[in-house]
């Protein structure tokens, strides 16, 4: 199975990302960033449609969509790692996360994704949304696994 994470936004070089390609070395799931822009001017709700645009461009074709949304479901961990494994599993072959820019995802998304997922009530910087993704991924695959990361 693929991973994609495809998130509105261009990370930097420092230390989130640092932290979030450490977590993607240890991940056994090939996994893609892809980040896109959208630069021009744009009213929010045309920003979102013109980021869900672009975000979905990259999704391949039967990909299992998750849109991380604070309005979407909270999983453990544990949960998380056993619906990975299902799909897995079902022989879906990509899995596409999909994270918004500061206004969110557009609706359009919310309505296409096959879970909305939210990482808690907080709100996270962007940045960090990705370093606490691929940390969750490493886990499940810990969890799945057996080993004993998950129980540190």
Known sequence: ???LLAAV???RKGPARDLFDDYVRRI???LALREVEE????????RKRR???LLLAGVPDGACLVALDASGRALTSAAFAQRL???EE????DVAFLIGGPDGLDPSVLERAEL????GPMTWPHLLVRVLLVEQLYRAQSILAGHPYHRA
């Open 1 to 3: 199975m693929r991973i």
């Open 9 to 11: 936004g261009r990370a």
């Open 28 to 30: 056994n799931w090939p």
């Open 39 to 46: 630069r021009r001017p744009l009213a929010v709700a045309a």
């Open 51 to 53: 980021e869900a645009e």
């Open 85 to 87: 494994a299902a799909w």
């Open 90 to 93: 079902a022989g879906r072959r």
């Open 116 to 119: 909305v997922l939210s990482l």
